[in-house]
């Protein structure tokens, strides 16, 4: 079975900290995705990676930026944490090469982010 | 650009009832469709996916949904609720770029 940890799943921050939330995939897979989900805006793309160093921003990339520098590994990077970023971060990652899109992805069971 | 739009936030049926769960999408070319499952205090799970091959999908646990392009449906169904269906579901598009989720219907089931 594909398995994707997080490294945490409740943190709590305070404005302006650096926050780092980690991603590990088991099952070799090429995709991994960082998305965040509120209440009734259901899961919004931040960033994306294809490939180990690469990265394609999602559709809210203000405020974070990732890391991939392994291929099992994807990391979100909150700069400066701020209030408006308390939400539920989901990792995912997908199996085949150059987007190939109708691929499953298989998400980490979420990280429940807290900002004060 | 690709959207989807799940029509009803909540929906609440009895258990043994029908599932009905509705999902549009907008597409400029044929899209890949799916159906995700979260279950409470976890990840998503894939329920379903279209890809252009059958126009009637079967996912797991029972449930399965029609592709219909005329109406650009992609509406989720199982005939008979469990208990153990009580989620959230999100359906999803993809054609030339990553997915696009819905912003979910929960779904409660009556004993």
């Known amino acids: 079975d594909v398995k994707v940890t997080q490294s945490s799943r409740y943190l709590v921050k305070r404005t302006g900290e650096k926050v780092f939330l980690e991603c590990v995939q088991d099952?070799?897979?090429?995709?991994m995705f960082w998305y965040r989900q509120d209440p009734g805006l259901g899961l919004r793309l931040i960033y994306f990676?294809?490939?180990?160093?690469?990265?394609e921003k999602g559709d809210i990339p203000e405020g974070y930026s990732v890391s991939r520098e392994k291929k099992e590994r994807f990391s979100l990077i909150l700069e400066s944490a701020s209030t408006n970023q308390t939400s539920m971060y989901l990792c995912?990652?997908?199996?085949?090469?150059?987007?190939?899109?109708?691929?499953?992805?298989?998400f980490g069971p979420g990280t429940r982010l807290l900002v004060l | 650009a690709q959207s989807v739009t799940q029509l009803g936030s909540h929906v609440s049926v009895s258990e043994g009832a029908l599932v009905l769960l509705r999902c549009n999408y907008s597409?400029?070319?044929?899209?890949?469709l799916f159906w995700y499952v979260q279950y409470p205090n976890q990840g998503l799970q894939l329920l379903l996916k279209?890809?252009?091959?059958?126009?009637l999908v079967k996912g797991i646990n029972g449930f399965e949904a029609e592709f219909k392009k005329s109406e650009t449906s992609f509406h989720l169904t199982k005939p008979s609720a469990h208990m153990s269906d009580a989620a959230e579901y999100f359906c999803?598009?993809?054609?030339?770029?990553?997915?696009?989720f819905g912003k979910g219907t929960r779904l409660s089931v009556i004993a």
């Open positions: 999803a598009v993809s054609e030339s770029a990553p997915l696009v």
């Open positions: 990676s294809y490939d180990v160093k690469m990265k």
């Open positions: 099952m070799d897979h090429e995709n």
């Open positions: 995912a990652s997908s199996s085949s090469t150059l987007k190939s899109w109708w691929e499953t992805q298989y």
């Open positions: 279209y890809t252009s091959a059958a126009t």
């Open positions: 597409s400029s070319v044929p899209p890949y």
